[in-house]
Structures are given as structure tokens and as C-alpha cells.
């Protein structure tokens, strides 16, 4: 089949095979680059492992440091008539490569809440890795059953403690206008932390541990955007907020539960960027398009593999890192830093419908959401007949 992008609202609901090959070959070179990282992991396990940050956690530990990896990931298979999804053809490309390079890469595709795919990560830990000395978590999902009681949580967007009316960007409609977004109930609230908190990163370190497929000195991170004035009403100030101050405590949860282990547990604040879960974040197409703007005249733009790249080579592996007084690792201060946020605040003050194609990168921003799902990539014939049917 010919594969045309399909873009309803703020998803593409297909895929193309050969531009998510060709995005993962970008990022492995970028790393290859790199040279000689020095020390770092061996065995890795990356909790999802399929697109953005988690995808380039993969591709660093396996093609900068040689580490075999486990991903867990949920995504879904292609069929005669259908794509699979971005993370399945990232994953497919991602195991030719490694297979390729002979590095140890193994994928488990399934609810990575669920008790059941964590014993089945333990199995595979134990038969192929023995231990893995660094877990990475960088989940995200709009909604979590959880595996002790049944519930099933959904995440909410809105602000806490009073609504809140900011400028947002409608990609649908290519219209600058106001979005008011009224606050949070009680449970609400509960619910968000429930989905997008710091409990399943938790349980996932505490069943490991308890199977001992947990090295001594392991390290684990969980992946955050802590943002600036502009974002923390939905940020911040807002339900995700509540769920990102619930990773702190888990960190800390963590360390303290496994000091047998010398586990060393961080939060890791990174820029933003265009993600299939920033999309759909009020408020994020619009600050985003200005961000690049920004900090592509300023010359510090980065996008997932370079944030990653610089998280593993300074924080997770380098003497010195940029700890908070949260402790966690922050990598996001090229954006939240006071002269690039004036800026950004300048452009946001002055951006209306008519002159916002002008003031921002929009153009940047939608190149980096196709590129997502393998689309508007240099090189990809995407008039070409193309097999959907790529298996890993």
C-alpha cells in the first residue's frame, strides 16, 4: 500500500515503516557519533521502550555504551489492511539494528501496569541478563488498571484549586484562541496520580528487587517536564502537577525501601518537546512552536536523542551532575532558563492568529510531530508501494 499520513486531531492514526526505520538509523548515528562514552550500563531495562524518550534511552544504553536491553512496551501489530503503530515499527528497526551490531535485544509487548508482564520481564531477566543495572521508566498512558484492586484510573488535564484562561494553538483548525480549562475535582486528582504517578514505578523496582534480578548500584530513572511560568498552570498547578510531585516521593520510596541494593533513584526533568502526549496537552502546540523559534535563533534546540544523550553522559554516568533540591537530574535548563523564558513570554504576549506562522516554528513543530510516525522524513519515497507487514 501507498501510506499517506492519516492526522485526526492531535494523533496520526497510522504509521509509516520505512520513515520509522529511517528516524531510528538518525538516532543511532547521532549516538555512534558520540565515540567512546565511557563507562555505563550492561543490562538495561527500558519500561516503555517504543517512542520518544524511552525509545532514545534504548538506542543510547545498546549503541553508546554496547548494553543489552529489554523493552517493554504496548503497541500494535500491522495487518493486511492496517499500519502497526509508530513504537511497533520503532521496535522492529530498533531489533534490526541491534541484530545487526550483535547486541542482546529483547522486546516484551503487553500492559507494562500489569502484575503479569512484570513477572514475565522478571523471567526473561533472570534466563538471558541475570541482573540489570539500570531501569529506565518512561511510561505514558492515559488511563491504568490497577493490578490489586481491578480499578481502572483515566487521567485528567485541568488545572487545581481555580480555572484557568490561557492561549492555546487549534492544529485542526490553524487558530490562535483563548481555552478556558476549569479545575479539578478530588477525585480527579486521585485519578491522575493513580495513572500518571510514581506507584508503578515503585511496584516495578519492588518486584524486581524481590526476585533479586536487581544489581547492586542499579540505577533507575523516571522522566519528567517540570516546565516554567508559562506551563506550570497545566503543568504544575494542575493535575499532571499532582501526579509529578507523587514521582518525587516514589523516588525517594525507593531508595529508602532498597538500601540493601544501593539503589540510586532519580527524577529527570527534560526539555519539551513534541510527543504523542504533549499533543495533547492545552497550551503545549502553541508554547512549543515558540520554544523552537527560540531556542533554534539561540542555538540550543535538542531534541529527544540529544537530551538523552546528555542525561546518561553527565547525570546518570558523569561526575558532576545537575541535581535539584528535589534531587532530581535536570537537563531542561537550556529552555527554563531566565533569558530564553523572557523571550518565549515575549512572543507569547505578542502571538495572535494573524501573525503566529510569523513569531513561531510551527513549520518545525508539525516536521517533528509527522516525524513521530515516520512521516516528512528526507530520504523516504513515501509514493512508494510499502509492505505494512514488518514483524520484529
Not at 12 to 36: F, L, M
Not at 334 to 347: C, F, G, R
Request: proline letters at 3%; one cysteine or more.
Amino acid at each position: 500500500m501507498v501510506i499517506k499520513p492519516k492526522v485526526r486531531g492531535f494523533i496520526c492514526t497510522n504509521a509509516h515503516p520505512a520513515g520509522c526505520a529511517a528516524s531510528v538509523a538518525e538516532q543511532i548515528r547521532y549516538i555512534k557519533k558520540q565515540g567512546d562514552l565511557g563507562k555505563g550500563p550492561k543490562n538495561v531495562l527500558v519500561i516503555g521502550s517504543s517512542t520518544g524518550y524511552g525509545l532514545a534511552s534504548r538506542i543510547t544504553a545498546a549503541f553508546g555504551y554496547g548494553a543489552k536491553t529489554l523493552g517493554v512496551c504496548f503497541e500494535k501489530a500491522p495487518t493486511e489492511r492496517k499500519t502497526g503503530t509508530a513504537g511497533w515499527y520503532n521496535t522492529a528497526a530498533f531489533h534490526r539494528e541491534a541484530a545487526e551490531s550483535g547486541l542482546y535485544a529483547q522486546t516484551l509487548n503487553g500492559d507494562a501496569f500489569s502484575d503479569e508482564l512484570k513477572d514475565e520481564a522478571i523471567a526473561k531477566i533472570k534466563a538471558d541478563l541475570g541482573q540489570v543495572d539500570l531501569v529506565i521508566y518512561s511510561l505514558a498512558s492515559p488511563r491504568r488498571t490497577d493490578p490489586v484492586s481491578g480499578e481502572t484510573f483515566k487521567s485528567t488535564l485541568k488545572p487545581v484549586g481555580q480555572s484557568y484562561t490561557t492561549k492555546t494553538y487549534d492544529t485542526d483548525k490553524d487558530k490562535v484562541h483563548d481555552v478556558t480549562l476549569e479545575p479539578a475535582s478530588d477525585d480527579e486528582i486521585y485519578n491522575t496520580i493513580k495513572v500518571m504517578g510514581g506507584e508503578d514505578w515503585e511496584r516495578w523496582m519492588d518486584a524486581l528487587a524481590d526476585a533479586g534480578v536487581l544489581a547492586e548500584g542499579c540505577k533507575t530513572t523516571a522522566y519528567t517536564y517540570i516546565g516554567k511560568a508559562l506551563t506550570w498552570p497545566i503543568y504544575g498547578q494542575a493535575t499532571i502537577g499532582k501526579a509529578k510531585e507523587d514521582l518525587d516521593r516514589a523516588a525517594a520510596a525507593i531508595i529508602g525501601k532498597h538500601t540493601d541494593l544501593l539503589v540510586e533513584a532519580h527524577v529527570s526533568s527534560l526539555k519539551a518537546l513534541v510527543t504523542q502526549a504533549s499533543s495533547a496537552i492545552p497550551v503545549m502546540p502553541l508554547y512549543i512552536s515558540l520554544i523552537y523559534k527560540v531556542m533554534k535563533e539561540e542555538g540550543t534546540h535538542e531534541g529527544c536523542i540529544e537530551q538523552i544523550y546528555g542525561l546518561f553522559n553527565q547525570c546518570l554516568y558523569g561526575d558532576t551532575p545537575t541535581l535539584d533540591e528535589a534531587n532530581r537530574f535536570r537537563m531542561d535548563g537550556k529552555e527554563t532558563n531566565d533569558a530564553t523564558q523572557a523571550k518565549i513570554q515575549a512572543l507569547w504576549d505578542e502571538v495572535t492568529q494573524e501573525n503566529f506562522h510569523t513569531l513561531s516554528d510551527y513549520a518545525g513543530y508539525h516536521h517533528e510531530f509527522l516525524k513521530l510516525f515516520g512521516f516528512d522524513i528526507e530520504g523516504v519515497d513515501y509514493d512508494a508501494d510499502t509492505d505494512p507487514m514488518v514483524s520484529w
